[in-house]
């Protein structure tokens, strides 16, 4: 769990995918699509005046409340605690299949950063992050994802990591990888069919966007 372990927290439960929106830059047209495709909108402290902006209602707002700015009146999770971000209140607040995440890789370079640290401290939940090009997620311990032969295929080690692979150009067999030493990005599929098994440690993957809903398919089913 992450920072949140130690205190006591009303959470809120959806039996559908959430789409979670922060308050970096995101392309909201683009966006559209998997906004419409979302029963249910959260937004996360300034998100939630990202999305008004955009013509996006929320279903909630959940932070601090130290960055929102505009009217908005529906539900409002108001959690004042500085020892997590905004993105972190939404994930230990919200129970839910899937998490969706626009609006977090874009924008303040340590927020992106504390984005990424946060998916490793929640490795039980199923978080997507959307970014301008790409998408990311936590590597669970074993994946299989169907993806076009020479696709951008990148992983990035959070700790020490030690991890198999098939259908990679680049296999990640018997690589000491950390943050400081070997990393794996700029690798590139070399089947229709990429899988990974890791044996220690964080991994965050990174896939460009057309590949969203491969990578949706693979955390869910």
Known sequence: MGNNQHKTVNTVEFDTPVLLIGGGFWDSEGAQPKVDSFPTIICADSGGAAAINAGITPDMIIGDMDSFTGAYYGKVIHLPEQDTTDFEKCLYTVIAPLYVGCGFLGGRLDHVLAALSVLCRYPEKTVILVGEKDVCF???????????????????????????????????????????????????????????????????????????DAVISALTD
């Open 138 to 212: 936590l590597c669970p311990k074993e994946i299989t994802i169907d993806i076009e032969q020479g696709a951008r295929f990148s992983v990035f080690p959070m700790t020490d990591v030690c991890m198999r692979s098939a259908g990679l150009e680049w296999p990640l067999d018997g690589l000491d990888m950390s943050p400081t030493t070997q990393i794996a990005t700029s690798n590139r599929t070399s089947d229709g069919q990429v899988t990974l098994s890791v044996d220690k440690g964080d991994a965050i993957v990174m896939v460009p966007l057309a590949y969203m």
